[in-house]
């Protein structure tokens, strides 16, 4: 694996130092109240839900073959827990999108040097509603029709056996287009250039989202993990060559 791959868990850990950090503390304050919320609405429907999906996903074995049930049931709840764990991050990733990108934009001047403690602006922040909603949109464009082939995939005896390990690496990659979406956004570059922009860092992007994948699944720490990989990411972004300046609302 090429060394670039290992600076992914570097900016999440130097991100998450950021924000904890006296001069961008009080940005995490609002994403990271929205994201309680919605965790904890999501993870009790997930809870309630959770023996039912794994029993729709799991194939019908013939009673000559009910010895498999025991080897492929581990598989087809690491699937539902992918499926559902990714799916609802995405969800909670939209809530939050303005204020991420809000956030985004702070960590960009302090890491640029222009402001170690950027003002709060409730005008600033509502005047990057319709632009960030925007642009969850089109990052729900990209995810929808991909995520629909792999559910797909899930439900097709066989080939299911594949579904996990492709929503672990769609996953991670989602994980890495999300969060530098952010600062791409505030800096007006396009999704074409923005995606391209990630696939010439391959290795480190895919590092950044492994990274975030992981920590987001650890219960309580995912709470942090989200303005942290924002944080992180607007990092990536200013050090691996991220042009421009952040846009300014007033």
């Given at each position: 694996?090429?060394?670039?791959?290992?600076?992914?868990?570097?900016?999440?850990?130097?991100?998450?130092?950021?924000?904890?950090?006296?001069?961008?503390?009080?940005?995490?304050?609002?994403?990271?109240?929205?994201?309680?919320?919605?965790?904890?609405?999501?993870?009790?429907?997930?809870?309630?839900?959770?023996?039912?999906?794994?029993?729709?996903?799991?194939p019908s074995?013939?009673?000559?073959?009910?010895?498999?049930?025991?080897?492929?049931?581990?598989?087809?709840?690491?699937?539902?827990?992918?499926?559902?764990?990714?799916?609802?991050?995405?969800l909670?990733?939209?809530?939050?999108?303005?204020?991420?990108?809000?956030?985004?934009?702070?960590?960009?001047l302090?890491?640029?040097?222009?402001?170690?403690?950027?003002?709060?602006?409730w005008?600033?922040?509502?005047?990057?509603?319709?632009?960030?909603?925007?642009?969850?949109?089109?990052?729900?464009?990209?995810?929808?029709?991909?995520?629909?082939?792999?559910?797909?995939?899930?439900?097709?005896?066989?080939?299911n056996?594949?579904?996990?390990?492709?929503?672990?690496?769609?996953?991670?990659?989602?994980?890495?287009?999300?969060?530098?979406?952010?600062?791409?956004?505030?800096?007006?570059?396009?999704?074409g250039?923005?995606?391209?922009?990630?696939?010439?860092?391959?290795?480190?992007?895919?590092s950044?989202?492994a990274?975030?994948?992981?920590?987001?699944?650890?219960?309580?720490?995912?709470?942090?993990i989200?303005?942290?990989?924002?944080?992180?990411?607007?990092l990536?972004?200013?050090?691996?060559?991220?042009?421009?300046q952040?846009?300014?609302?007033?």
């Amino acid at each position: 694996m090429p060394i670039a791959a290992l600076t992914g868990p570097q900016y999440l850990r130097e991100g998450l130092k950021l924000v904890l950090g006296p001069g961008l503390r009080r940005f995490v304050i609002l994403p990271l109240t929205v994201n309680l919320l919605v965790f904890i609405g999501l993870i009790y429907l997930a809870v309630r839900q959770f023996g039912s999906w794994v029993d729709a996903f799991m194939p019908s074995l013939p009673e000559w073959l009910m010895f498999l049930e025991y080897v492929l049931w581990p598989l087809f709840v690491a699937l539902v827990v992918l499926m559902v764990f990714f799916t609802f991050t995405l969800l909670a990733n939209i809530i939050a999108a303005p204020f991420n990108g809000f956030l985004a934009e702070k960590v960009e001047l302090v890491a640029r040097g222009q402001d170690n403690s950027p003002p709060f602006s409730w005008a600033e922040l509502l005047a990057m509603l319709p632009r960030t909603i925007g642009r969850e949109a089109r990052k729900l464009a990209y995810f929808a029709p991909r995520a629909l082939a792999l559910l797909v995939l899930s439900f097709i005896p066989l080939a299911n056996l594949a579904a996990a390990p492709l929503w672990l690496l769609f996953g991670i990659w989602m994980m890495a287009v999300q969060y530098i979406d952010y600062p791409a956004d505030n800096n007006k570059m396009s999704w074409g250039e923005m995606m391209n922009w990630l696939r010439g860092r391959r290795w480190k992007s895919l590092s950044f989202g492994a990274a975030t994948y992981a920590a987001l699944l650890v219960p309580v720490l995912n709470l942090l993990i989200m303005p942290a990989a924002v944080a992180g990411a607007t990092l990536f972004w200013v050090r691996e060559g991220g042009q421009g300046q952040p846009a300014t609302h007033h």
